[in-house]
């Protein structure tokens, strides 16, 4: 009693995948030490696979793939384009900009802030403040600007700062001599179309005419073409009315200039996206900048190749019809705002239900983070609210980073799906090998201990194994799994027969179907004679046999080759024929290697259980064994060939065949109840599944 207990317990742990939560784990925690060691931060377990699986990025441009570090390198103000560098000298920069003119300049870049310009404690001037407003600054102090004493010349009266929706920031100052004035700086397009006036050459205010519109429309995206973040800078006199409560109106503007900014292309970016594209991975640009700039930047990153670059608002209005057929082309997002980049990732995620990755580093990022499968937020520069929202935490913000995590997120996902193909092929086996036989014999081949053993194994140790293997690079040769992707696949068939392209299913199947008929026509045959290893001889007598065996091999090419559509086949190539035929051939040998052995292995049972009686009736006095098979006493001469087979048939005759009939006809009773039995459990087990 106590030890059937204990093999049902051992067949329940041996049943039991155990393994499995182990591997998943072990396997993810794993991939997140080592990509902890590759400067990849993973903030939620899960993370690590999903991204394995990603079949789409979403990158921001700024401080994504550039360096975040931006200087002004040129600026057009009174329709005179300057080159701008730390080299050039503060009056050669200002030369034939009028007084006035730079008096508001600076007014602006200075009141006009969210950054700040301090003393450290060496008396070292350190500039404060997001890229961009630092880059402006630092453009003030070349021009011969002092910070404090402009910040005190007027009172900053009211300050709406900035934000990627709006894409601009103002200010109203209360000047010294009396009045309001409005300064406002943002992205160049917009701010431009709330112009209508404009700082001239001499530094007198004339009007924005075609001409000088054209021109300065000209200058930005002379700048964005030259991969140039641009800014407009503009004033407007409010008069002597104004109220802190009211908004900072947003029309009648006078522009003072325009900035070109630098940011460089981060190093190994190009490469990390030529990687991406490679592993199948779809590379998009989502940007808040100029679409000029944006294309520019995704050019030299290979983003950009031969899809279509878009803005914003024109993507804001298109119906879902449009959608489903423009997001594929898309390679290029400008001038987007924070819902825009959330929209696409939601429509990429819904519509064609890919894994998106969204990489970003702005608090602009923060919803599109948040939506993607998996949110990638760069460590250095980005904002709390970002890796708040993000999976993963890029620790060196470097984008070729992100290819290391995807390989290792594949590398999970082929871990864990090799521990469950192995656990799968050895639990079934251990189970089925064990229950079967405590069914039928009361007790397993395995005892207790063995069990338990081979259960560490294929469990624990099996998990240990194969969870940690490390990735390698062809891994990112492949296409992603995405979200439909099967866990277990019959990839293992496909690979050994070489059978690639979009028929691959069906020609497995075909081959499947093919070589389980030529096993049904070699069993024909094998089922000739069941005594006999030669099963050809005298084959051709038979006209029948003949005729039905050539008309099905006949009809089987012309189902396989012809009959396609109809009977759901693909055309095989030779090579798939010959696979076919060969593995249908292999039933005879075997069927010959069963025959032999069940004749020696009752002829050696015979002769243990020799029956002395028959023994006498020999009259040669040889020794004779019982061979059951053929229900007749044979000599050690009659068993190995075709010696005394005159004698044998004479024998026969004597016994006139009787018994000999009786025999085949108890043989297909039993092997009918046999086969009767398969195909009943055969049934059982599909109405299972
Ligand atoms: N501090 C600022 N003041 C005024 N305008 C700004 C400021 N910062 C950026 N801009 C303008 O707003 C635009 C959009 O900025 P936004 O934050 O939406 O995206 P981004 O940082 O340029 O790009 P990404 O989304 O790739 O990070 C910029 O192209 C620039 O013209
Ligand atoms: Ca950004």
Known sequence: MLEHFAIAVTIVVVAVPEGLPLAVTLSLAFAMKKMMNDKALVRHLAACETMGSAMSICSDKTGTLTTNHMTVVK???CGQIKEVSSSVETSTLCSGIPDSALKMLLQSIFNNTGGDIVQNEDNKIEVLGTPTETALLEFGLLLGGDFQAEQQKSKLVKVEPFNSAKKRMGVVLELPGGGFLAHCKGASEIVLAACDKVIGSNGEVVHLNEASTNHLKGTIENFASEALRTLCIAYKELGNEFSAESPIPFEGYTCIGIVGIKDPVRPGVKESVAICRSAG???????????????????????????????????????????????????????????????????????????????????????????????????????????????????????????????????????????????????????????????????????????????????????????????????????????????????????????????????????????????????????RDMEKINVFKGILNN???????????????????????????????????????????????????????????????????????????????????????????????????????GRREKRERARGGVNKRKHYVTHSFKGFVLYARIAYFCHKCYVFL
């Open 281 to 527: 991975i779809n590379v998009r640009m989502v940007t808040g900048d100029n679409i000029n700039t944006a294309k520019a930047i995704a050019r030299e990153c290979g983003i950009l190749t031969d899809g279509i670059a878009i803005e914003g608002p024109e993507f804001r209005v298109k119906s879902e019809e449009e959608l489903r057929e423009l997001i594929p082309k898309i390679q290029v997002m400008a001038r987007s705002s924070p819902m825009d980049k959330h929209t696409l990732v939601k429509h990429i995620r819904t519509i064609f239900e890919e894994v998106v990755a969204v990489t970003g580093d702005g608090t602009n990022d923060a919803p599109a983070l948040h939506e993607a499968d998996i949110g990638l937020a760069m460590g250095i520069a980005g904002t709390e609210v970002a890796k708040e929202s993000a999976d993963v935490i890029i620790l060196d913000d470097n984008f070729s980073t992100i290819p290391t995590v995807a390989k290792w997120g594949r590398s999970v996902y082929i871990n864990i799906q090799k521990f469950v193909q192995f656990q799968l092929t050895v639990n079934v086996v251990a189970l089925i090998v064990n229950f079967s036989s405590a069914c039928l014999t009361g007790s397993a081949p395995l005892t207790a201990v063995q069990l338990l053993w081979v259960n560490m194994i294929m469990d624990t140790l099996g998990a240990l194994a194969l969870a940690t293997e490390p990735p390698n690079d062809d891994l990112m040769k492949r296409q992603p799994v995405g979200r439909k992707g099967n866990f277990i696949t019959n990839t293992s068939g496909k690979t050994v027969f070489h059978i690639e392209g979009p028929d691959s299913d069906l020609i497995l199947d075909t081959l499947i179907f093919n070589t389980f008929v030529f096993c049904q026509v070699f069993n024909e045959i094998s089922s």
């Open 543 to 645: 006209y029948v046999f003949v005729a039905v065996l050539s008309c099905t091999v006949l009809f089987q090419i012309i189902i396989i080759e012809f009959l396609g559509t109809f009977a759901n086949t693909y055309p095989l190539t030779l090579p798939l024929w010959f696979v076919s035929i060969s593995l249908g051939f292999l039933g005879m040998p075997i069927a010959a290697a069963r025959l032999i052995f069940t004749f020696n292995y009752t002829c050696v049972r015979a002769h243990t259980h020799t029956n002395p009686s028959r023994i006498r009736r020999n009259k040669s006095r040889e020794t004779v064994y019982w061979n059951p098979i053929s229900s007749r006493l044979m000599t050690v001469a009659n068993l190995s060939g075709e010696k005394n087979k």
């Open 75 to 77: 600026a057009c103000i």
